[in-house]
């Protein structure tokens, strides 16, 4: 009998170790599930935080095209003023330049008919032929010539 219940233990032993590694196995399995879950829920985490992140940028990214196509629009105004401004300087600069020759001819012409009239001044402007400063059309081409703006220029 020594020897039946021997084996009755060994069963009853060997019952319990299979049931403690069952017990064993089904926390392993449920600490497995749990950390899957938690690896789930990390990872959607982490997908939720990137889309807020492309959102963002995608917000910003239009945001600053926006800043882009106003500043454009506004260079393109200013470069258009300025070629306004360097036309209206051109002429300007040109209609100068005639007035100066006009000056000059003019101050040449009274040296001249101061010299002739013996030193006296009898007009700021006598000229001793009135037909040649009066009649020579370069001299008189621009004394009474409208500007030209650049804004009509530009329309054409």
């Not at 017990?23 to 392993?28: D, L, S, T």
């Not at 300025?82 to 209609?95: D, H, K």
């Amino acid at each position: 009998m020594a020897s039946s219940s021997g084996n009755s233990s060994q069963i009853q032993n060997s019952g319990s170790d299979e049931d403690l590694l069952d017990q064993r196995k089904r926390k392993r399995m449920q600490s497995n599930r749990e950390s899957a879950r938690r690896s789930r829920i990390r990872k959607q985490k982490h997908v939720d935080d990137l889309t807020d992140q492309i959102n963002q940028i995608k917000k910003d990214n239009a945001q600053i095209l926006t800043t882009i196509n106003v500043t454009t629009q506004q260079f393109v105004h200013v470069e258009a003023d300025n070629s306004v401004l360097r036309a209206q300087m051109g002429e300007l600069s040109q209609r100068l330049d005639y007035l100066n020759e006009i000056i000059n001819l003019m101050n040449n012409n009274y040296t001249n008919t101061n010299c002739t009239n013996g030193g006296s001044t009898t007009g700021l402007f006598e000229f001793e032929n009135h037909d040649d400063f009066m009649n020579n059309p370069w001299s008189l081409m621009y004394l009474n010539q409208q500007p030209i703006m650049a804004a009509e220029m530009l329309r054409y």
